[in-house]
């Protein structure tokens, strides 16, 4: 019923991924570059707070206090804005290079490298505003909304709860002088930003699980869009079958014009199976006539056996023979005193002597 239907049922080929990725189908959730941001942030301002926080004390310091500037000219106005511009830059400057790290990984975890210039070049229908009124009321901006207002339930529970638990300290504080009330305070907002910042991870985790189980069902294909797959990346499977039966048959007339003018046929046993042909007259060495693997090598088998041809066991020189020589080309000079070897053997059992090559002229 499903193929007939039309139903999606099959999972996605590796050809359907790829074209789905160039089009810019992947798995992405907003929220997970913003939320690893906000954790990783508030926890390296928790690490490096005072680090960062004296070059700019110190900055504050010496800019409101100190000897009032009787004189304000040009030039010291760009020297004074300079040097501030040298200290802010030298405290934050690290701290946002941190952040456009942090923002650069958590892409490429989600999507890799991945350069789409179509979807950055200007689309005019992308404005269209009745395009634009149903993708605002469309099923999915309404699970985005509720999406959202869940999001917004869990940060003011996870916040209320946390201040909830340190409200014996907050109560404490209103004996403190006011630099120790402020570092408390933001000791507090800093923990329970963390808080905030890690229950929004989790959200965000969750819904990238969600992007993925849901961009896998998007591009799940149709059996009969897997077979239309098939036959325009490999052709029509009947007009393969046909080209593969016309070359096999192609083969195997070959072999049966070559093998039975071959002198031996050497094997591996089973596996592997080479013909040679040597003529003192007409060549310098013995030349490789036919060779085959599985069902070819068989068929030279049978061949060699319907005509009388020897069969002779020699793994290493059938192997050599059949990875380093092509068929009707001469056996190469290593592998001469194996060959001489096996023909002499041959014609020993044939009552023959082994024909000695023309001197060269």
Not at 180 to 194: F, K, P
Not at 252 to 269: G, I, W, Y
Not at 282 to 309: C, D, N, S, W, Y
């Amino acid at each position: 019923m499903a193929e007939q239907s039309g139903e999606r049922t099959q999972d996605a080929t590796p050809h359907r991924r790829k074209q789905a990725r160039e089009q810019g189908q992947v798995a992405r959730s907003q929220d997970l570059g913003s939320a690893v941001l906000l954790v990783c942030g508030i926890g390296a301002i928790m690490m490096l707070g005072p680090m960062l926080a004296s070059p700019m004390v110190a900055l504050m310091r010496d800019q409101l206090g100190g000897e009032a500037w009787l004189v304000m000219d040009h030039d010291m106005a760009v020297h004074q804005w300079w040097r501030i511009l040298a200290i802010v830059s030298w405290a934050l400057l690290p701290l946002l290079g941190l952040f456009a790290l942090l923002a650069f990984l958590s892409q490429l975890f989600q999507v890799g490298f991945l350069f789409l210039p179509d979807k950055v070049a200007p689309d005019l229908s992308r404005i269209n505003v009745l395009s634009g009124f149903r993708r605002l009321f469309s099923v999915t901006s309404a699970a985005r909304l509720g999406f959202g207002v869940f999001k917004v339930l869990i940060v003011g529970t996870v916040a209320g709860v946390s201040v909830y638990l340190d409200s014996e300290r907050i109560m404490e504080m209103i004996a403190l002088e006011l630099p120790q009330l402020t570092l408390e305070l933001i000791d507090i907002l800093l923990w329970t930003a963390l808080k905030v910042g890690a229950a929004l991870l989790i959200l965000a985790l969750l819904d990238y699980a969600f992007q993925r189980w849901k961009l896998e069902e998007d591009i799940k294909m149709t059996t009969q869009e897997v077979r239309e797959e098939m036959k325009n990346l490999q052709g029509d499977p009947q007009v393969a079958a046909r080209r593969r039966a016309v070359q096999r048959q192609l083969v195997l007339n070959r072999l049966a014009s070559a093998v039975p003018q071959a002198d031996v046929v050497v094997t591996n046993p089973t596996e592997l199976a080479v013909a040679i042909k040597y003529d003192a007259e007409t060549m310098l060495a013995p030349v490789v006539v036919a060779k085959g693997a599985g069902l070819i090598a068989q068929r030279i088998r049978r061949l060699a056996l319907e005509h009388g041809i020897p069969i002779m066991e020699r793994k290493p020189l059938a192997q050599a023979l059949y990875r380093e020589v092509d068929v009707n080309h001469p056996v190469p000079s290593q592998q001469f005193a194996a060959v001489a070897e096996v023909l002499a053997y041959v014609y020993q059992l044939q009552g023959k002597t082994l024909p000695t090559p023309p001197p060269a002229a």
